[in-house]
């Protein structure tokens, strides 16, 4: 369905009977298919003002078996239309041959990015009041300006949504100095004879990714994914990635095409309201001394992970970034940075039930280490 007139009104009750129509008309396509459906959309959440339309996310397990689904719903009056821009997501139109009620239906795999966008912001304006009168406000505003330009009254709500998609960890917060460095310049560094930690991390996440009985794993601050090539398709049934710079995610999925499993996560690990979805093997190399052990603890939790592997980094004389043609990249590091004892790290992972279960150690230039520590519960 296409919206003509942009109309916002008050939360209605029976907007999630009509979202339990439309599951009920689509059964006949998704049996055996999909691997569930979602209401998301503001007609989803209790208390928002809204379009009077239902949106739902059809989730696949993966994509192997869309053909299968776009011939079932074609059979049912549904056309696809494909992702309409945004990719993670299938769009698809009725032709109302049955009275239906006013929908947009979407398809996703399970490791969509649109999907978690979705599920996000959902949850969060759920559990947020004050957020929902906040966005009920700018709905309305937005629409009684522009109620026949769709466009304007998206641009007008725009900053709203922004600010929300902030507290709810979908955007980082302004400022943060890694979404000003270049991939390449980091990179380009930890190669440098002169570093040396491209190659001794590389060695120290192949333990890492073999040290524990998980079937899923999250990497936080993956970066570019130096690493991941060591993994094997299949050796885990889902491998997150979280960084707070959408430019490195996206050179990381690319560089991942090998394994279907890989999920993106873009959350700023040291917002209040941040969201992270499970995983048993918790990575964090390079990263505690930017969040703080605080957000590591607190990452651990959110995900109930039962292993937690870091690598963290003894500085040397020269300061916590070694001499390089790159070093100029990271000036503005230092406002992040705090050098990270161990014994802090392990004092943070206790309460949760952690205990500490190896530690490792590989020399760097300069007078530096790389010090690995594995946690368990």
């Not at 309201?273 to 703080?292: K, M, T």
């Not at 003894?314 to 705090?338: I, K, T």
């Amino acid at each position: 369905m296409h919206t003509r007139r942009v109309t916002v009104v008050p939360y209605d009750p029976a907007w999630p009977g009509d979202f339990a129509r439309l599951c009920a008309a689509l059964a006949p396509a998704l049996d055996g298919l999909a691997s569930g459906v979602e209401h998301v959309g503001s007609t989803s959440v209790p208390a928002l003002w809204a379009k009077p339309i239902i949106d739902l996310d059809v989730v696949l397990p993966d994509m192997d078996v869309f053909p299968a689904l776009c011939a079932r719903l074609a059979a049912l009056g549904f056309a696809h239309e494909g992702d309409l821009g945004i990719a993670g997501r299938e769009a698809f139109s009725y032709d109302g041959r049955e009275p239906l009620p006013a929908h947009h239906l979407y398809v996703c795999p399970a490791n969509s990015p649109e999907l978690r966008r979705h599920t996000v912001f959902r949850d969060y304006l759920r559990a947020h009041p004050e957020a929902v009168r906040a966005y009920s406000a700018a709905k309305r505003e937005a629409a009684a300006l522009y109620p026949h330009n769709i466009d304007a009254y998206i641009a007008h709500k725009t900053p709203c949504i922004q600010a929300l998609y902030r507290a709810c960890g979908l955007e980082p917060s302004p400022g943060n100095p890694w979404l000003s460095i270049a991939l390449a310049d980091y990179e380009g560094h930890m190669k440098q004879d002169s570093v040396g930690q491209l190659s001794a991390l590389r060695a120290m996440m192949a333990g890492q990714f073999s040290s524990a009985p998980a079937r899923s794993v999250m990497i936080l601050g993956v970066a570019g994914g130096n690493g991941l090539e060591q993994l094997r398709p299949g050796q885990f049934q889902r491998v997150y990635g979280v960084d707070i710079n959408a430019a490195y995610l996206d050179e990381c999925t690319a560089r991942c095409a090998r394994l279907p499993e890989f999920v993106p996560v873009q959350a700023d690990l040291c917002c209040p309201a941040l969201r992270l979805p499970a995983a048993e093997l918790l990575i964090a190399d390079l990263i505690v001394e930017y969040i703080g052990c605080g957000a590591l603890a607190k990452a651990a939790a959110l995900t109930g992970a039962a292993y937690v592997s870091c690598v963290i980094q003894r500085s040397g004389s020269d300061g916590f970034v070694s001499p390089s043609a790159y070093a100029h990249a990271f000036d503005a590091l230092g406002a992040v940075h705090q050098d990270i004892r161990e014994d802090e790290l392990t004092q943070a992972l206790t309460p949760l039930g952690f205990t500490r279960r190896l530690r490792q150690e590989a020399p760097l230039p300069g007078g530096k280490a790389l010090l690995r520590l594995d946690y368990s519960r």
